[in-house]
């Protein structure tokens, strides 16, 4: 929640022109969007009592090497501003980043859904000495995590076409709901659980 949270924050400073009345909050921008789908894959594995402390690490490269990109272009973009290049490739980088976190996303996205499916094979049976976990309310949110990614493709490809960050607006307004439903949900199935569990 915080991940998207703060994606959605720093998409508006600059939208909202806050951004260059204090030019501080423009001097890095950290790729939140590439946090969003490793953090909940935590959540899952949390929630549904896995370990897989192998993958966590390879989870968080594109994160690192996303915010190692932003450093270097706003260092490029603060000397060479001016020069048209300079913008041509900003935007550049600007759809290529697009572009891999669309597919990092989805990927995990399957990933998760694979582990719930898992899950839900080995528990199929009652067992009183095990209180299992619903699942039903994770494979909405990933399969509206899905959708949003449909979204999400479709303003990469005008992102190419057209300047200007209005074109983002429906994919900011889906994950705005998203985050009030996973906020909501996440805590009501939670408190469930422990209910059931006692």
Not at 42 to 65: A, E, G
Not at 150 to 161: A, G, H, N, P
Not at 172 to 194: E, H, K, M, N, P
Request: proline share 3%; aromatic share 20%; hydrophobic share 55%.
């Amino acid at each position: 929640v915080f991940s998207l949270v703060f994606s959605n924050l720093q998409h508006w400073f600059i939208d909202s022109n806050l951004a260059v009345k204090f030019p501080l909050l423009s001097i890095i921008r950290i790729p939140c969007e590439l946090l969003i789908m490793p953090m909940f894959y935590l959540f899952v594995i949390n929630y549904l009592f896995q370990t897989n402390s192998k993958k966590i690490f390879f989870l968080f490269m594109p994160f690192l090497i996303g915010t190692i990109g932003q450093i270097i272009i706003t260092i490029y973009k603060n000397n060479y501003f001016e020069k048209i290049n300079c913008l041509i490739l900003i935007k550049k980088y600007s759809i290529v980043e697009q572009l891999f976190s669309f597919i990092f996303s989805s990927l995990i996205i399957i990933l998760i859904l694979k582990k719930v499916r898992n899950y839900e094979k080995e528990n199929k049976e009652f067992n009183y000495a095990k209180v299992q976990v619903t699942t039903n309310w994770l494979k909405k949110i990933l399969f509206i995590g899905l959708l949003v990614c449909l979204f999400w493709i479709i303003e990469i490809y005008f992102m190419t076409k057209i300047d200007g960050t209005s074109m983002f607006y429906p994919l900011w307004i889906s994950i705005s709901l998203i985050i009030y439903w996973l906020s909501y949900v996440g805590l009501f199935q939670s408190s469930i659980f422990t209910e059931r569990k006692i």
